[in-house]
């Protein structure tokens, strides 16, 4: 095919003009046109099994760049552009990013995709088409808030299929429409399909904030991910949002059974549903009574379920595994509770110990367990990232695993190094072409081969070039988009994921508040440090809000006080979404992984910033644990407590309904009390709300429940240790090398590879 002749003619279709008089914005149509048709050319892959990868969240970022990859034009495409005098990426700036999830879960969820189409494996995606997304964050007066994200415009990757399901909720039969987006493979000639569902009136987006009538179904089903769930009419929407999807996810894969030519009584044979989470976890009854009503027995339909689902667990966090009240499912569905109930009935009939049932609770408080629906009718539990698996199996999951010992199983998370490498550092992969050869894109283990050139001076040398231009190529952008003044010499120390506690941007803080203090005392620090931060919290998650409103405020601190900011820097990115990420990345070096260790199930972000020769600081936790031994000591920060100290601290605090042991800490290290006590200053305090300061410094000395004061002083010596090392450039460089070369491992390739040996079978 002419790349170019068909750019041509869209170009004259759409516009009548050349392609070379085209604007960004009427080039950015013509590919996107350009690219769906080639997408919509290729056929899904061939198979007796199919596989359905029901989430809630899918987190794809923007598709140009990726899409163009993997139907093998990208080249092509940037040559055309350049002849007219545009970029590819400058192109890409006008496409708007979905914000279809929150952060890791739905940014896994679209690897996967990715590799699943590039393995060339017949897997699809099912999930929801919110209209507005996440959210937009605005920082204003050193505080979050938010907005609507519309992404979708006359012309988006969505493809209206005209299928249409119907949901039967409580209140009345809902009609689904399905659109899809195409998923090509890269190096095959397939593509597979992205599943979204939505109503058929949608309602616009609300004025000003994100606040709407959540009663206002059906309209509002499809408008954000995740609404607030602070209230009781906030949860139900979700679990109204769950129902839509699986009802109609379900419907989807016996209609498309049915098409395939098989027999419904042999559904196990020919579909697996893989459930990301507990989110889609309705699918397991809801498929129960729909192969009920095509004429399967309640028997036959449990066990084929049992045997068609598998589930994926995420989180060890206790406020993050889904209860529902029974009463709202039986509000929500009322068809699904007596199914339910049979499923939680024959559980007891089997397992007595209440630690596995399904249905908790006395009469009229009952709550339906969510997980522990999925493992007893899943074929499949798997955790993500090997000491996360090792928790679930030996204290979290621990009863169900001694029931189904064969059932637990780990897929450590991976990443695709075509959007984390290939695509978003294009200077770095191309030196590991020259290095290791092309080879490596279609098989990253290649990447190993970098290590022959530990000791090459020019190699070395140009890996820190390329982290250079990187870094002023970020510090540009920063500038032009949001106006933010960063030195591209200095150290960039970067930590860009959701605000949570657990994930312990505070104690980050506490870090640069120890710099401060230091440099107000004229100690001044080594070399200087630019502290990036990027993370949106929870509309309704007070605590974090708090935590950015401190960040936010010692960011505007530093930047009054000429003496501090040459040395330090604070900069918080806004509205940190996956375009951002693909340029923070690259330019990062000092990877900031430090949540206490035992509640990071696993990180992606962990292994993106590897790949891009970023040096890990971090906690033993998730998938650090394998980054770890891979890299060899010497080549990653680890700092603080250990998960299983972690854990039983956790089982103390429980057995002496302790609060919090962190008040000794608080009180009697006396290193520690005066970072604390910083939230109190008026030094800092006038520059934002005293009171959101002090709830921060009355939650960090008297509950601490993700124990930063635990871990502070180790981190700020492994951090000190870290920025001093950085200072020996060929030592740092060599690190950098080493953390690319083994990043392979961490190839969504290679996951997805594994679940299909262990789990899907396809
Ligand atoms: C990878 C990614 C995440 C996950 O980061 P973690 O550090 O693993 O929590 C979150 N958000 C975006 C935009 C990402 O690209």
Same mark, same amino acid.
């Not at 039986?330 to 209440?354: G, M």
């Given at each position: 095919?002419?790349?170019?002749? $068909?750019?041509?003619?869209?170009?004259?279709?759409?516009?009548?003009?050349?392609?070379?008089?085209?604007?960004?914005?009427?080039?950015?149509?013509?590919?996107?046109?350009?690219?769906?048709?080639?997408?919509?050319?290729?056929?899904?892959? &061939?198979?007796?099994?199919?596989?359905?990868?029901?989430?809630?969240?899918?987190?794809?970022?923007?598709?140009?760049?990726?899409?163009?990859?993997?139907?093998?034009?990208?080249?092509?495409?940037?040559?055309?552009?350049?002849?007219?005098?545009?970029?590819?990426?400058?192109?890409?700036?006008?496409?708007?990013?979905?914000?279809?999830?929150?952060?890791?879960?739905?940014?896994?969820?679209?690897?996967?995709?990715?590799?699943?189409?590039?393995?060339?494996?017949?897997?699809?995606?099912?999930?929801?088409?919110?209209?507005?997304?996440?959210?937009?964050?605005?920082?204003?007066?050193?505080?979050?808030?938010?907005?609507?994200?519309?992404?979708?415009?006359?012309?988006?990757?969505?493809?209206?299929?005209? &299928?249409?399901?119907?949901?039967?909720?409580?209140?009345?039969?809902?009609?689904?429409?399905?659109?899809?987006?195409?998923?090509?493979?890269?190096? /095959?000639?397939?593509?597979?399909?992205?599943?979204?569902?939505?109503?058929?009136?949608?309602?616009?987006?609300?004025?000003?904030?994100?606040?709407?009538?959540?009663?206002?179904?059906?309209?509002?089903?499809?408008?954000?991910?995740?609404?607030?769930?602070?209230?009781?009419?906030?949860?139900?929407?979700?679990?109204?949002?769950?129902?839509?999807?699986?009802?109609?996810?379900?419907?989807?894969?016996?209609?498309?059974?049915?098409?395939?030519?098989?027999?419904?009584?042999?559904?196990?044979?020919?579909?697996?549903?893989?459930?990301?989470?507990?989110?889609?976890?309705?699918?397991?009854?809801?498929?129960?009574?729909?192969?009920?009503?095509?004429?399967?027995?309640?028997?036959?339909?449990?066990?084929?379920?049992?045997?068609?689902?598998?589930?994926?667990?995420?989180?060890?966090?206790?406020?993050?595994?889904? !209860?529902?009240?029974?009463?709202?499912?039986?509000?929500?569905?009322?068809?699904?509770?007596?199914?339910?109930?049979?499923?939680?009935?024959?559980?007891?009939?089997?397992?007595?110990?209440?630690?596995?049932?399904?249905?908790?609770?006395?009469?009229?408080?009952?709550?339906?367990?969510?997980?522990?629906?999925?493992?007893?009718?899943?074929?499949?539990?798997?955790?993500?990232?090997? %000491?996360?698996?090792?928790?679930?199996?030996?204290?979290?999951?621990?009863?169900?695993?001694?029931?189904?010992?064969?059932? +637990?199983?780990?897929?450590?998370?991976?990443?695709?190094?075509?959007?984390?490498?290939?695509?978003?550092?294009? &200077?770095?992969?191309?030196?590991?072409?020259?290095?290791?050869?092309?080879?490596?894109?279609?098989?990253?283990?290649?990447?190993?081969?970098?290590?022959?050139?530990?000791?090459?001076?020019?190699?070395?040398?140009?890996?820190?070039?390329?982290?250079?231009?990187? !870094?002023?190529?970020?510090?540009?952008? %920063?500038?032009?988009?949001?106006?933010?003044?960063?030195?591209?010499?200095?150290?960039?120390?970067?930590?860009?994921?959701?605000?949570?506690?657990?994930?312990?941007?505070?104690?980050?803080?506490?870090?640069?508040?120890?710099?401060?203090?230091?440099?107000?005392?004229?100690?001044?620090?080594?070399?200087?440090?630019?502290?990036?931060?990027?993370?949106?919290?929870?509309?309704?998650?007070?605590?974090?809000?708090?935590?950015?409103?401190?960040?936010?405020?010692?960011?505007?601190?530093?930047?009054?006080?000429?003496?501090?900011?040459?040395?330090?820097?604070?900069?918080?990115?806004?509205?940190?979404?996956?375009?951002?990420?693909?340029?923070?990345?690259?330019?990062?070096?000092?990877?900031?992984?430090?949540?206490?260790?035992?509640?990071?199930?696993?990180? /992606?972000?962990?292994?993106? +910033?590897?790949?891009?020769?970023?040096?890990?600081?971090?906690?033993?936790?998730?998938?650090?644990?394998?980054?770890?031994?891979?890299?060899?000591?010497?080549?990653?920060?680890?700092?603080?407590?250990?998960?299983?100290?972690?854990?039983?601290?956790?089982?103390?605090?429980?057995?002496?309904?302790?609060?919090?042991?962190?008040?000794?800490?608080?009180?009697? $290290?006396?290193?520690?009390?005066?970072?604390?006590? +910083?939230?109190?200053?008026?030094?800092?305090?006038?520059?934002?709300?005293?009171?959101?300061? !002090?709830?921060?410094?009355?939650?960090?000395?008297?509950?601490?429940?993700?124990?930063?004061?635990?871990?502070?002083?180790?981190?700020?010596?492994?951090?000190?240790?870290?920025?001093?090392?950085?200072?020996?450039?060929?030592?740092?460089?060599?690190?950098?090398?080493?953390?690319?070369?083994?990043?392979?491992?961490?190839?969504?390739?290679? /996951?997805?590879?594994?679940?299909?040996?262990?789990?899907? $079978?396809?």
């Amino acid at each position: 095919m002419d790349v170019k002749q $068909r750019m041509q003619e869209l170009s004259q279709a759409k516009y009548g003009q050349e392609l070379s008089q085209c604007g960004d914005e009427q080039l950015y149509h013509v590919l996107l046109q350009f690219t769906q048709e080639l997408s919509q050319s290729r056929p899904a892959p &061939k198979g007796e099994r199919k596989l359905y990868y029901f989430s809630a969240e899918f987190l794809i970022g923007k598709l140009l760049s990726n899409n163009l990859l993997a139907l093998g034009v990208f080249d092509q495409v940037s040559q055309v552009l350049a002849e007219c005098g545009h970029t590819l990426s400058a192109v890409e700036e006008v496409e708007p990013e979905p914000s279809l999830g929150n952060g890791g879960l739905g940014r896994l969820a679209a690897c996967f995709l990715d590799s699943i189409a590039a393995l060339g494996l017949p897997g699809d995606g099912v999930g929801l088409n919110y209209h507005y997304g996440l959210f937009e964050q605005k920082l204003e007066n050193n505080k979050q808030s938010e907005r609507p994200n519309p992404w979708i415009g006359d012309e988006s990757w969505l493809i209206p299929t005209g &299928k249409e399901f119907e949901v039967p909720f409580g209140f009345g039969p809902v009609r689904a429409k399905l659109f899809d987006i195409a998923v090509p493979g890269a190096h /095959t000639g397939i593509a597979n399909r992205l599943h979204l569902f939505d109503v058929e009136n949608p309602a616009p987006a609300p004025e000003g904030g994100i606040d709407f009538d959540k009663h206002d179904l059906p309209a509002r089903l499809t408008s954000f991910l995740y609404p607030d769930d602070s209230d009781e009419a906030g949860r139900l929407l979700r679990v109204y949002q769950q129902y839509f999807m699986v009802s109609a996810g379900a419907q989807l894969v016996l209609k498309e059974l049915e098409e395939r030519g098989f027999d419904v009584h042999t559904i196990s044979d020919h579909v697996v549903i893989q459930i990301n989470d507990t989110h889609p976890s309705m699918v397991i009854p809801e498929l129960v009574r729909l192969l009920t009503q095509k004429g399967l027995t309640m028997d036959e339909a449990v066990e084929q379920v049992a045997k068609t689902c598998a589930y994926t667990n995420h989180t060890i966090l206790a406020e993050a595994l889904e !209860k529902w009240p029974l009463t709202f499912i039986e509000k929500v569905a009322p068809q699904l509770a007596p199914i339910i109930k049979e499923l939680d009935t024959r559980a007891k009939a089997a397992h007595s110990d209440p630690k596995v049932a399904i249905i908790q609770g006395e009469a009229g408080k009952e709550v339906v367990h969510m997980a522990h629906m999925d493992i007893h009718y899943g074929y499949s539990v798997n955790g993500v990232a090997a %000491l996360h698996t090792d928790i679930l199996k030996s204290s979290e999951l621990k009863p169900f695993n001694d029931i189904y010992p064969g059932k +637990f199983n780990n897929k450590t998370n991976g990443v695709t190094l075509r959007r984390w490498l290939e695509v978003c550092n294009p &200077k770095l992969a191309a030196l590991l072409d020259e290095c290791v050869g092309k080879e490596w894109r279609c098989d990253p283990n290649r990447l190993n081969k970098l290590m022959d050139f530990y000791n090459d001076t020019s190699v070395l040398d140009r890996i820190q070039a390329i982290k250079a231009e990187n !870094k002023r190529a970020l510090a540009d952008t %920063l500038r032009r988009e949001q106006g933010i003044e960063m030195d591209p010499e200095s150290v960039f120390d970067i930590q860009v994921k959701r605000l949570h506690e657990y994930k312990r941007q505070q104690m980050n803080a506490l870090y640069v508040i120890r710099k401060y203090l230091d440099i107000k005392a004229g100690k001044i620090p080594e070399r200087p440090v630019t502290v990036i931060f990027g993370a949106k919290a929870a509309p309704a998650y007070v605590m974090a809000k708090h935590i950015i409103h401190l960040i936010l405020c010692l960011r505007q601190l530093i930047e009054n006080d000429p003496q501090v900011h040459p040395w330090l820097r604070v900069v918080m990115v806004e509205n940190y979404n996956v375009s951002w990420a693909e340029k923070l990345i690259p330019a990062c070096d000092i990877s900031e992984q430090i949540s206490l260790a035992s509640k990071e199930a696993s990180g /992606t972000g962990n292994m993106k +910033f590897m790949a891009n020769g970023a040096v890990t600081l971090g906690t033993r936790d998730g998938a650090n644990v394998e980054i770890a031994d891979l890299v060899g000591p010497d080549n990653i920060y680890s700092f603080g407590a250990s998960s299983n100290w972690i854990i039983e601290l956790y089982e103390q605090k429980a057995r002496d309904h302790k609060l919090g042991y962190q008040s000794e800490i608080y009180y009697q $290290r006396p290193d520690v009390k005066p970072l604390v006590d +910083f939230l109190l200053n008026p030094v800092l305090t006038q520059y934002g709300d005293a009171d959101a300061l !002090k709830a921060l410094w009355t939650d960090i000395t008297g509950k601490d429940w993700f124990m930063s004061l635990l871990d502070v002083e180790s981190y700020i010596s492994a951090r000190d240790r870290a920025i001093h090392d950085y200072g020996d450039k060929p030592f740092w460089a060599r690190k950098m090398l080493v953390n690319t070369a083994r990043c392979g491992f961490f190839s969504s390739d290679r /996951t997805i590879a594994q679940y299909n040996k262990d789990i899907w $079978r396809l």
